[in-house]
């Protein structure tokens, strides 16, 4: 078994008017869920930003969202889905979720990505009335290409 000692998470929200918020955001994976929350303002339109858990641990509460207590294993993620789930703060907040990009130990093993999920020039809205979770498939080889990125 091979331990997961950081899982790294790309988060890029939609560039256009209203696509931001100051809801939580959450990484469901391997079976737990991890706030994703820094000191910056994040979740703006147009934002990107990666949130770092575990080891070199950015994130708020970075001991309590540690892929490492309990210790999870590369091997428990394929069973289990991987889903970018919103907290809105009232029921008129609403996000647009361009991308969600994951890694597990650098890009030692496969990453999940959104790219697969729904077309990158509209993105996902997700709100009270439009869905609170976005799950992550696999990425089939691993990999993002420049033919994805320019998608």
């Known amino acids: 078994m091979v331990d997961i000692t950081s899982i790294?998470?790309?988060i890029q929200t939609?560039?256009?008017?209203?696509?931001g918020t100051d809801g939580d955001v959450y990484l469901g994976f391997c079976?737990?869920?991890f706030y994703l929350d820094s000191d910056?303002?994040?979740y703006e339109s147009g934002s990107a930003r990666e949130y770092v858990l575990g080891d070199g641990g950015n994130t708020h509460n970075a001991g309590?969202?540690?892929?490492?207590t309990p210790q999870l294993q590369v091997e428990d993620a394929d069973g289990l889905?991987?889903?970018i789930r919103f907290e809105p703060t009232g029921r008129d907040d609403n996000w647009a979720l361009q991308r969600a990009t994951v890694r597990v130990n650098g890009d030692l093993f496969p990453m999940w990505d959104s790219l697969e999920l729904f077309d990158q020039r509209v993105g996902l809205w997700l709100g009270t009335r439009s869905g609170l979770v976005a799950h992550l498939p696999k990425h089939q080889d691993g990999k993002v290409t420049?033919?994805?990125?320019?998608r």
Do not use: F, I, K, L
């Open 8 to 10: 790294s998470v790309t």
């Open 14 to 19: 939609r560039r256009t008017s209203g696509a």
């Open 31 to 33: 079976g737990r869920e």
């Open 40 to 42: 910056a303002d994040d």
């Open 64 to 68: 309590r969202n540690d892929p490492r």
């Open 146 to 150: 420049q033919a994805d990125v320019a």
């Open 81 to 83: 889905p991987a889903y």
